[in-house]
């Protein structure tokens, strides 16, 4: 891996695929991995009531909220809110899901390793109105 400065301008902002994703969601990859670093990072926006269908990673998953208001619930847990600045830890194959408040808009930067066969994400189901619209503990 050379050293170089990832312009801007060099990276395109994306709609989200519908198969992961309810709502309107943008996903910008602000850098992939490339050997030997499995580090995939990305920025990704979601409008009000917008979110991830429940999902793993097997290697983890760190989120840093940028703006907004959001939610995230881990499998069993209840939902939480989560805030510019916050930052949330999820540990390898736990299954989650994330997203924007149903009132407020949320970027966040998704940070993701790849597993030993290049896999960063298994995506499951849509997360079901009822579940996203819980009130946060």
């Known amino acids: ?9 060099d990276r395109q902002t994306k709609v989200a695929p ?17 050997a030997p670093s499995r580090l995939r990072v990305s920025r990704v926006t979601f409008t009000p009531g917008g979110r991830t269908n429940w999902h ?3 290697v983890g998953q760190i989120l840093y ?4 208001s959001g939610r995230y ?13 916050d930052t949330v830890v999820i540990p390898p194959d736990a299954r989650h899901w994330h997203g924007a408040a149903p009132d407020s808009m ?3 930067l998704a940070l993701s390793e790849s597993d030993d066969q290049g896999k960063a994400a298994t ?3 849509p997360v079901s109105d009822e579940d996203f619209t819980q009130e946060p503990a």
């Open 65 to 68: 909220v940028l703006s907004g």
């Open 18 to 34: 519908a198969d992961n994703f309810v709502g309107q969601v943008l996903h910008e990859s602000v850098f992939a991995p490339e």
């Open 56 to 58: 793993t990673h097997a």
């Open 73 to 85: 619930q881990l499998e069993g847990h209840p939902v939480e809110e989560i805030n510019a600045g």
């Open 1 to 9: 891996m050379e050293p170089r400065i990832i312009r801007a301008g």
């Open 106 to 108: 949320m970027c966040h």
């Open 123 to 125: 995506w499951l189901e």
